[in-house]
């Protein structure tokens, strides 16, 4: 059976009219921020409501509430824009598991801004950084749109899954550059960001006039990180640690309760005690916010997780403990995922290809 163009582009992972969209909340946000902009403020909020409505497939918005922060940087760049759209949701024990359920009211979406600003910055910097890098902000929004619109179609989310994301986020701030370079990479490669990519690709495209003759070319420039990410190894993990030893010597040293003397150690014995405490760190930080997104009433401070709670927690734990024995499987498992999910990403993003002009 043929499939109408919505289906298509559904399957490709580029909903219909979602660049359109993305290009209409572009303008409007200048729109509203622009007027707004005062030298001696760095905090925004705007509600609006666009002229006509942001169709992507299905989905329509026709309300907007938007924050910007401008956030000051000890450089002279006006960086790319961080964004974030933020979803209400209300947890549900189903009995077997216990998911999210999507509450903000449709036609809603909810969108924070962080912009990276020189300490000198000025209303016109600000003006001209949206202008100049209106290529990639049209892409981040529409990036962002894709997350709403998977939302929308959704409706429901995994908290083990939302735990996993915001470790990866939390540790790509780890201060070993080598481990905080997987943990982004982790983070970049995570199943939530994959749906989007393509989206993301598309709008890069659309805004830059590609063709299908330039489409190879300019994914390997524009996403070659994927293709580095897929090179992760132990091993080169390993070697880099150990040409990289002031760094780890450095953690260990604030590192408290360690059962060792770290100056009775060698090279590798060093290297091996910092993977672990990554290990153990890491999946410390998952299992404490996947407890505090499931207490929803003070007594399970007393008395434990109610219901399905403590068992679906207990799960995870099980999980992110696993390797307790042998820490270096812990990253063995990312080698393989990050393998695994980057042959994956790139076969989606390149179906983008068929989208394109000749």
Do not use: C
């Amino acid at each position: 059976m043929k499939r109408t163009k919505k289906e298509f582009n559904e399957a490709v992972g580029v909903p219909e009219g979602i660049v359109d969209a993305g290009r209409q909340l572009y303008n409007d946000m200048k729109k509203n921020l622009i007027p707004e902009l005062n030298p001696n403020q760095t905090e925004y909020e705007l509600d609006f409501k666009p002229d006509e409505p942001y169709k992507i497939g299905d989905m329509e918005i026709d309300k907007v509430e938007l924050k910007v922060q401008l956030h000051t940087v000890p450089n002279d760049d006006y960086g790319d824009s961080n964004m974030q759209v933020f979803k209400q949701q209300k947890l549900e024990d189903t009995g077997k598991t216990i998911v999210y359920m999507t509450v903000t009211p449709k036609g809603l979406i909810k969108l924070g801004i962080d912009k990276p600003v020189p300490e000198d910055w000025t209303v016109d910097g600000v003006i001209n950084s949206f202008e100049k890098n209106k290529v990639q902000t049209v892409s981040s929004l529409s990036h962002e749109l894709k997350h709403d619109y998977d939302e929308f179609k959704k409706s429901f989310n995994s908290p083990k899954q939302i735990a996993n994301y915001r470790s990866n986020v939390h540790f790509m701030n780890f201060p070993v550059r080598a481990l905080q370079r997987m943990f982004y990479d982790m983070y970049y490669l995570d199943d939530i960001e994959n749906l989007v990519r393509p989206t993301e690709l598309y709008a890069k495209l659309v805004e830059k006039g590609i063709k299908k003759s330039e489409f190879l070319d300019y994914f390997k420039k524009e996403y070659n990180h994927i293709f580095d990410a897929m090179k992760f190894s132990v091993d080169g993990l390993i070697k880099e640690l150990l040409e990289n030893l002031d760094e780890v010597e450095e953690l260990l040293h604030n590192v408290d309760d360690l059962d060792v003397n770290i100056d009775d150690m060698d090279p590798l014995e060093k290297v091996l005690t910092l993977l672990r405490i990554a290990y153990i760190s890491y999946g410390n930080y998952g299992g404490n916010n996947l407890r505090s997104q499931l207490m929803t009433n003070p007594m399970e401070l007393l008395f434990g997780l109610s219901g399905s709670k403590e068992p679906y927690f207990q799960d995870y734990i099980k999980k992110t403990t696993k390797y307790g024995d042998n820490p270096i499987e812990f990253y063995k498992n990312i080698e393989k995922r990050l393998k695994r999910t980057g042959r994956d990403v790139i076969k989606k993003m390149s179906k983008v290809y068929s989208l394109l002009p000749d």
